[in-house]
């Protein structure tokens, strides 16, 4: 399939993450959107990207913040499952 055109919704636990982590929805959607898609455990699929931060994260400088989504692609839509963000 890899439809990347195809409504984005995430489960409640992503966007708990988004909170815990200082994602956004926008990133999440934007790495979906424009970043090559690969196999990631248990049959999801995942992508990565990594957005310029210039700023203070848990009380340490980062330069940069990387998006990484677990997802999985439905027949009409994406569901994101979770998601991770690192920090340098």
Known sequence: MRDKTK???LSEHAKQQLQFRGGTEQEVAQTIRTETWGPAELGR?????????????????????????????????IIVVTVYLYYF
């Open 7 to 9: 409504p984005i919704r």
């Open 45 to 77: 699929l995942e992508c990565r990207k990594d957005f310029i931060f210039n700023s203070e994260w848990n009380k340490e400088y980062y330069t940069i913040k990387q998006v990484r989504p677990i997802f999985v692609e439905e027949s009409d839509e």
